[in-house]
DNA sequence: GCCGTTTTCGGCCCGACTGTTTTCAGTCG
């Protein structure tokens, strides 16, 4: 069974901690902790990496010694140095430093002073009032160390993109009604339209900053005022998000902007290439010799070093800084690009509108084209269409389409590709419908060679056109099947095959790094809503937010193709 | 431990806030 990329990145994180702990150099924890943001956020697994003789030092933020070591961990699912400090400093202290407020330097002397190895210790040790005894802590840290193991569930989640949009816009037109305030924005992951968001980085600029925060801690959502200065406050809302809010002056606002937006691989290499020319770049601006020389718009801040505007999506430090230099940065595409949506579903199977109240819904958003792309046969659960009824609703969207004036419907089918990669339906139907959107339902256990395999085969079929939901995750609720994404690009791009980014806000799939992935490699993208109501196809801008992640163009996404062109493309 | 258009050695982001101090260490983002 090979090492998922994040379970070696786990590995690291947990040796960074319990080094740190230890009290190693602390610029060779970062390293770890950096090297282990490399393995989990790359798109290909290190362990098919090593598989085709690939060195990995020459991935950022990998050397040779960590190169020898994730080799290490593919090959037998252990690291002997973790292991190592593990004999000597108690695992679960790695645990302990996830309780806010708690860091290395606590944690140790916890351990020291009280033995504290568990977070069952430290609790008891604060009922008996141990802790509060010892030098650096006192009432009141423990009083809040008592509060956040309360709270502390261990299993942390992120939250969807789409609920931090529910609990933020309601704070954010309470907190335009703050006194004195000028521009407000919502930084951090949220302005990067990342899929999850840990927390809300809210920037406001303001003369006077009381007036603001006074404001701001006083929102009826408000659970616990973790921290309230000048220019910054803290704060937890009911649903357990944090809240972030920086105030800066007006004249800062660009480099605030670009400060907080982040993301922080993003922010350091900005910052060095800053001090490359000479600058030190900040929240509140660029700096030569202690004079401000930019920093009220982001595109100023850009300009001292020689680079173009950089939109948030692409801030992630995946080469968009060189981009923006040599004039290379891609034309993301938008919403207004998508000229129809390739995957939908009616009450035919398990969608809840009509075929009409489908393409009427779709025909307001101006689309030239809707699929129509019920289940499969063996689908029952969603009601899969035997052939006979298939062939029934394909009737049916013929004589709809006969009225329809404004928007045509596809014949389309979502075919189940089964355990052996045969697609559901036989030839002699498959080649009734004008392209199909192929996707595994079942048997998401499968070893990575044998999944890959299934879907590779599945694509030898003719009438293979589009690969949905590629990996099948939900985000926060099923992890994604085991498959090697690259051969299956590599398969896509020589049968001429596409792959599909699910707009759905818990699907997302492919992935930011997917969907780059697959750009430079020359695959195109279906970005559509798998839509099974008409209020589902606004989910369209979900997609997009997750394609612009990933760089990809209007060229780039079969979609915004019209119907002629694309309908070609499906000529295999 | 990583990295390099000043460097193969000597850097590695740095400002804000809190609590416990009595001038600052620890933590966080």
Redesign the pocket.
Known sequence: MPIHNREIATKLNRLANLLEIEGA?S??V???R??ASTVRGYPRSMSDMLDDGENL?K?????????EKIQTMVMTGELP?LQEVEDRTPPALSEL?K?????????RKLYEELDIQSLNDLEEAIKAGKV?KI????????E?IKLRLEKYSGNEQRTRLIDAEEIAAPLLDYLKDAKGIGNIIIA?SYRRRKETVG?L?ILITAKDSSPVMNHFIRYDDVEEV?????????VYLRSGM?V?VRVVPEESYGAAKIYFTGS?AH??AL??LG??KGY?I??YGVFEDNERIAGETEESVYECIDRKYIEPELRENRGELDAAADGSLPRLITLSDIRGNLHTHTKASDGHHSLKEMAKAAEKLGYEYLAITEHSRSLSIASGLDRDQLSRHLDEIDELNAQLENIVLLKSSEVDILEDGRLDYPDDILKKLDFTVCAIHQKFDLSRKKQTERILRAMDNPYFHVLAHPSGRLINERDPYDTNLEKILEAAKERGCFIELNAQPQRLDLTDEGCKMAKDMGVRISIASDAHSTSDLKHMRCGIDQARRGWLEVKDVINCLPRNQLLELFKR
């Open positions: 150099n610029f060779r970062r390293a770890y950096k090297a030092s991935l950022p933020n990998i050397g040779d010694d960590l190169a140095l430093m309780i806010e407020g708690l860091g290395p330097k606590r944690v509060q030098s650096g802590f006192g009432n009141k840290s423990a809040k951090g927390d980085d973790v921290s309230k200065g000048e220019t910054r406050s803290t944090q972030d922080k922010n350091i910052r060095k001090t490359k030190k900040n929240e």
